[in-house]
């Protein structure tokens, strides 16, 4: 089969035969349709220090993928040739407390495909079933293709209750974007986002924020009084991994405000902590997905009128994966789609 592999130790990606995955008894055998190109996969696609000590080469990697079910194992009896799925790209222990207790997000020892085990930018994927999540027949395959980087925006977006509270997103990535949709989906009233790239907050005033605002042009405290805010912002997503973006997303909270924070940052960030105890601030970290709480509330609020396609803006056929990386490594884009059916 056709695969994007990391060959060796050092930057790009080849596109090029590899074996077709085998399938134990526990596992599905998926022809991938589509996939979504992550940050993640640029991170490896450019070796940066990260990549250098995370991935052991060779590795097909991708996480974000959609396609169909072609052969079950023999202990398989729920899932069925013809399905079309996605997966959740931790495979988790199984064992551990949380495993046990049906937490599994919170395995602390977590396998990622395309990071840990081959992943989904290939004609074949094998996957646990434990991992598999069928869709609805007639959904949108691009936007199943991104149901990934979807549920860690749904998963931050809804991590605090948000039905009438102002919410301040920063960082208008693809991420930040899905959760601005999310959040006015579930009834927010004021939500704000900032980033410094023009490409982005124009996304994310086409996905319906009341102000996309560029931080380096204008304040926060100039945006809560333009829009009538006493007393600061009740939600903050942190989308971004900036430092200057969480310190001022931390300045402008309300009193018991509550961050999630899902952006992942270069190093350590230092805070102003008086802030924190005296506004009484809860701070909460965010990885992956709830399996699969966020993965069922995707589907439902997909069903329930949410769009997220604007957030896809380009696609590319996967032997033209070149240029996908070159518009992700722009930055004047959203979502970038494979297609694995056109190679
Ligand atoms: P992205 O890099 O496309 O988006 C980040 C955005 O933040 C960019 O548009 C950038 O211009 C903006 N930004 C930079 N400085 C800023 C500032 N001072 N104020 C406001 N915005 C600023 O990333 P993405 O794919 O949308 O993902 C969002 C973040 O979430 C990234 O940091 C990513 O690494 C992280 N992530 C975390 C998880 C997890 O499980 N915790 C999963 C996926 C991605
Ligand atoms: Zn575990």
Same mark, same amino acid.
């Given at each position: 089969?056709?695969?994007?592999?990391?060959?060796?130790?050092?930057?790009?990606?080849?596109?090029?035969?590899?074996?077709?995955?085998?399938?134990?008894?526990?596992?599905?055998?998926?022809?991938?349709?589509?996939?979504?190109?992550?940050?993640?996969?640029?991170?490896?696609?450019?070796?940066?220090?990260?990549?250098?000590?995370?991935?052991?080469?060779?590795?097909?990697?991708?996480?974000?993928?959609?396609?169909?079910?072609?052969?079950?194992?023999?202990?398989?009896?729920?899932?069925?040739?013809?399905?079309?799925?996605?997966?959740?790209?931790?495979?988790?222990?199984?064992?551990?407390?949380?495993?046990?207790?049906?937490?599994?997000?919170?395995?602390?020892?977590?396998?990622?495909?395309?990071?840990?085990?081959?992943?989904?930018?290939?004609?074949?994927?094998?996957?646990?079933?434990?991992?598999?999540?069928?869709?609805?027949?007639?959904?949108?395959?691009?936007?199943?293709?991104?149901?990934?980087?979807?549920?860690?925006?749904? /998963?931050?977006?809804?991590?605090?209750?948000?039905?009438?509270?102002?919410?301040?997103?920063?960082?208008?990535?693809?991420?930040?974007?899905?959760?601005?949709?999310?959040?006015?989906?579930?009834?927010?009233?004021?939500?704000?986002?900032?980033?410094?790239?023009?490409?982005?907050? +124009?996304?994310?005033?086409?996905?319906?924020?009341?102000?996309?605002?560029?931080?380096?042009?204008?304040?926060?405290?100039?945006?809560?009084?333009?829009?009538?805010?006493?007393?600061?912002?009740?939600?903050?997503?942190?989308?971004?991994?900036? +430092? /200057?973006?969480?310190?001022?997303?931390?300045?402008?909270?309300?009193?018991?405000?509550?961050?999630?924070?899902?952006?992942?940052?270069?190093?350590?960030?230092?805070?102003?902590?008086?802030?924190?105890?005296?506004?009484?601030?809860?701070?909460?970290?965010?990885?992956?997905?709830?399996?699969?709480?966020?993965?069922?509330?995707?589907?439902?609020?997909?069903?329930?009128?949410?769009?997220?396609?604007?957030?896809?803006? /380009?696609?590319?056929?996967?032997?033209?994966?070149?240029?996908?990386?070159?518009?992700?490594?722009?930055? /004047?884009?959203?979502?970038?789609?494979?297609?694995?059916?056109?190679?």
């Amino acid at each position: 089969m056709k695969a994007l592999v990391k060959k060796s130790a050092e930057p790009g990606l080849w596109l090029e035969q590899a074996p077709e995955p085998t399938i134990g008894i526990n596992d599905v055998l998926i022809r991938v349709h589509r996939t979504g190109i992550c940050g993640t996969d640029v991170h490896i696609y450019r070796w940066d220090a990260w990549a250098q000590k995370t991935i052991r080469t060779p590795l097909i990697i991708g996480h974000e993928f959609v396609g169909e079910i072609v052969a079950v194992g023999s202990n398989v009896s729920d899932f069925f040739p013809g399905q079309i799925v996605s997966g959740e790209g931790h495979v988790v222990c199984g064992r551990c407390r949380n495993c046990l207790a049906g937490r599994r997000h919170l395995c602390a020892d977590t396998q990622g495909i395309g990071v840990n085990r081959h992943g989904a930018f290939a004609e074949y994927l094998a996957l646990p079933m434990t991992n598999v999540w069928v869709h609805p027949k007639d959904i949108d395959q691009d936007v199943a293709a991104i149901f990934d980087p979807f549920g860690n925006a749904v /998963h931050t977006a809804l991590t605090f209750p948000v039905l009438g509270e102002d919410v301040l997103i920063t960082g208008a990535g693809p991420i930040g974007v899905l959760a601005a949709a999310v959040v006015r989906h579930a009834g927010a009233r004021h939500v704000v986002i900032t980033d410094p790239n023009p490409h982005r907050l +124009a996304l994310a005033r086409k996905m319906g924020v009341t102000q996309a605002v560029d931080p380096t042009a204008r304040s926060l405290r100039d945006v809560q009084k333009e829009l009538g805010m006493q007393e600061g912002f009740d939600v903050g997503l942190e989308m971004s991994g900036n +430092a /200057h973006a969480l310190r001022d997303m931390i300045a402008n909270m309300a009193h018991g405000g509550k961050i999630a924070m899902l952006g992942i940052p270069d190093g350590e960030i230092a805070i102003d902590w008086n802030t924190v105890i005296f506004s009484m601030l809860t701070i909460k970290g965010i990885y992956g997905r709830e399996m699969y709480e966020t993965w069922y509330k995707m589907n439902v609020m997909l069903e329930g009128g949410l769009d997220i396609r604007p957030v896809i803006t /380009h696609r590319f056929a996967a032997r033209d994966f070149h240029r996908g990386f070159e518009v992700m490594l722009s930055g /004047h884009c959203g979502r970038v789609i494979l297609d694995w059916q056109a190679t």
